[in-house]
Nanobody, 126 residues
Framework: QLQLVGSGGGLVQPGGSLRLSCVAS????????IGWYRQAPGKEREGISA????????YYANSVKGRFTISRNNAKNTAYLQMDALIPEDTAVYYC???????????????????WGQGTQVTVSS
């Protein structure tokens, strides 16, 4: 299990951008997939993006594909989620997460994940 610290949320106008960060610590952190889930009020938690350990494979939910970009810097033990063209429907609490095969978990719609960071609020509103 890893320790994850997420940051970067805030209030932004529709069409704006934000970048979330997730710093991982713990043994073998660079061998884990890292990504983000989000949960809007009254909705189920949704896996939106993940990246594998070497950064060569990514997963994006249809709801964010083409607008969000995930990346990681293993030298800094940090993953990033660049969120562009934000819309009000992106308003949610965003949680970074890590697991040995997070990409597969997101494809299954599974949120039984080994490691979670604290949530960060993203609000898209004019």
């Amino acid at each position: 299990q890893l320790q994850l610290v997420g940051s970067g949320g805030g209030l932004v106008q529709p069409g704006g951008s934000l970048r979330l960060s997730c710093v991982a610590s713990g043994s073998g952190s660079q061998t884990y997939d890292i990504g983000w889930y989000r949960q809007a009020p009254g909705k189920e938690r949704e896996g939106i993006s993940a990246i594998n350990s070497n950064g060569e494979r990514m997963y994006y939910a249809n709801s964010v594909k083409g607008r969000f970009t995930i990346s990681r810097n293993n030298a800094k033990n940090t993953a990033y989620l660049q969120m562009d063209a934000l819309i009000p429907e992106d308003t949610a609490v965003y949680y970074c997460a890590a697991d040995r095969d997070l990409i597969a978990a997101m494809f299954r719609g599974d949120d039984n994940i080994a490691s979670w960071g604290q949530g960060t609020q993203v609000t898209v509103s004019s």
